[in-house]
């Protein structure tokens, strides 16, 4: 059974820093596609907004919306995802995601998310 569990959110000052962590259990990393995915506020009937993908350390995509700011990377020796967060913005504010997916889009895994909020 594969787990995912997001760690690092918390309250942040506009232009601050935070660093998110996926630990994973159940599934070997290199397996999977990775993403974080996040959820504004007040849009919790809208999909939820894809931020940053992990194929693999040369295969990485952002939202347009990011790039430049946050970096996403993988330890596949801890099994753990990561988000670092530069430069946050007040609308970077939301609960962030971490999803996984076999490469063959048979399953998807959700973690609970974690929530980050960016005063201005």
């Known amino acids: 059974q594969v787990q995912l569990v997001e760690s690092g959110g918390g309250l942040v000052e506009y232009g601050g820093s935070l660093r998110l962590s996926c630990a994973d259990s159940g599934c070997t990393f290199p397996d999977y596609v990775w993403s974080w995915y996040r959820q504004t506020p007040g849009k919790e009937g809208e999909s939820r907004e894809l931020?940053?993908?992990?194929?693999?350390?040369?295969?990485?995509t952002y939202a347009n919306y990011v790039q430049g700011r946050f970096a996403i990377s993988g330890d596949a020796t801890r099994n753990t995802l990561f988000l670092q967060m530069n430069s946050l913005k007040p609308e970077d504010t939301a609960v962030y995601y971490c999803?996984?997916?076999?490469?063959?889009?048979?399953?998807?895994?959700w973690g609970p998310g974690t929530q980050v909020v960016v005063s201005s």
């Open positions: 999803r996984a997916r076999t490469r063959d889009f048979e399953n998807i895994y």
């Open positions: 931020v940053a993908v992990f194929r693999s350390a040369d295969d990485i």
